[in-house]
């Protein structure tokens, strides 16, 4: 064996033994009760995204736009402070994630945690996860359906810091005229969305 050939291996076996201390820490911490909050990144055909869920539910999926160091300061500050990267935690909703853009699935399982999300916001989200995958609505509707028929505006805002996007799908809301409107991740990734679920055309 040569030099670099040894060299290689002792990183391999460095990498091994972080990843089992790392897994180690994040069981101790589990058990302990010390672990609210468990994240992991995923690819997507819409790049990167950040999942984190909590005992309760999928708490946050951020797309690769918002800096991961600002996702979970959000987290720490208006969620649980103990927050760690743990992907095992995050399988069953990284699984649907992919199964939904793989077109083998329309309905989300995962329950969601409405930790981020207060008043007249999770009252708009929480009629926006009732709407049927390849369907559409409006701000309008999603107003209504919060109880407020004329504040529009205010589900629009809503909807553009919704802090679970894809599985409380907020790209099915569009302008009552059927323009896109807004969309927190880029009209490029609601397009795409949409296209995805058949409700617009390619």
């Known amino acids: ?7 290689l291996r002792q990183a391999e076996a460095a990498n091994l ?13 589990a058990q302990a009760g010390l672990l609210d909050v468990a ?5 997507s055909p819409l790049g ?6 909590t005992p309760r539910g999928l708490v946050r999926v951020a797309y690769e736009t918002e ?18 990267r743990a992907p095992e935690r995050t399988d069953a909703v990284r699984r649907e994630l992919a199964d939904y853009f793989a077109r083998d699935r329309r309905r989300f399982e995962t329950p969601v945690d ?5 008043g007249f916001a999770r009252g708009v989200l929480a009629a926006t996860a009732d709407v049927p995958y390849g369907r559409v609505t409006t ?5 209504a359906a919060a109880g407020s028929p004329r504040a529009a505006r205010a589900a629009g805002n809503a909807l553009g810091s919704n802090p679970i996007p894809i599985v409380v799908p907020c790209h099915r809301v569009l302008h009552a005229g059927g323009g896109l409107g807004g969309y927190a991740g880029g009209l490029d ?14």
């Open 139 to 143: 701000y309008g509707e999603m107003a």
């Open 189 to 202: 990734r609601k397009r795409y969305l949409l296209e995805l679920e058949g409700s617009l055309s390619a």
């Open 17 to 29: 033994d972080r990843e089992r201390l790392s897994a180690g820490l994040v069981r101790g911490a």
């Open 1 to 7: 064996m040569n030099e670099l050939d040894q060299r």
């Open 67 to 84: 800096p991961t160091d600002d996702v979970l300061a959000e987290i720490a500050d208006r969620v649980s402070a103990r927050v760690l």
């Open 39 to 43: 994240y992991a990144p995923m690819d």
């Open 48 to 53: 990167e995204l950040l999942v984190a869920v």
């Open 114 to 118: 409405w930790s981020l999300v207060r």
